[in-house]
Structures are given as C-alpha cells and as structure tokens.
C-alpha cells in the first residue's frame, strides 16, 4: 500500500475524529478498513498507527488518550517520525545500572 493513501487516509479519519459532532461508528469503519488493507498489504506498519487503528473505542472513552493518540499520528504524518517504545527518564536507567552494579558487588564479596 502506498505510503500516500495511508497518510490520506489517516488524514480522513483525524478530520472524522476532530469534526464538531463524532460519528464514532464512521470513525470505526474507517479505523477497520484501513487495518484490514494494511494487514493484507503486509507492509511494515509503525506501531504507533496500528494502535491507533485499533484504539477507536478507546479514544471515544477517553479524550485526553484520544488527543495523545492523534497527536502521535499528526507527527508521525508531518515527519515520519515516531516512537514505538517506551521512554525511560536518565534516572531509570542509572538506578537499573547501580543495582547491577549492587549485585554483582555483593556476590563478589
């Protein structure tokens, strides 16, 4: 599938999803159609979109979820860019690193 049809039809379905008035149902068939050429497609999908495909219920649920999820898609169409993982803050990462550390100390000892 082409990366412009995707990026037109995401398109389609945020102006759906921002519209003064939801039609949540519309947003779900959109949402549907999209995954199911893409998973016949077998193309590399961010993860980012398909979740965002799958999440529909959920973003008409949960509108501070549903604006994190649109805004995600929107940078993912103006840049491309995209985060599948999960941030870890630099304090994370050094507390994993002393516990280690820690460890490997203690059974030296």
């Known amino acids: 599938m ?7 039809r995401l398109t389609r379905i945020l102006a759906a999803e921002e519209a003064p008035i939801v ?5 779900d068939r959109l949402c549907d159609e999209l995954d199911r050429d893409l998973d016949a ?14 999440d529909s219920d959920i973003r008409a649920r949960d509108a501070s979820y549903g604006e994190t999820q649109r805004d995600a898609v929107r940078t993912y169409l103006a840049t491309g860019d995209y985060f599948d993982g999960v941030a870890v803050p ?10 280690v550390v820690g460890a490997i100390a203690w059974a030296l000892a």
């Open 2 to 8: 082409a990366t412009s049809d995707i990026q037109a």
């Open 23 to 27: 039609d949540w149902p519309v947003v």
């Open 41 to 54: 497609s077998s193309d590399d999908i961010p993860e980012i979109v398909t979740h965002f495909l799958s």
């Open 90 to 99: 630099w304090w994370g990462c050094f507390a994993l690193v002393a516990a």
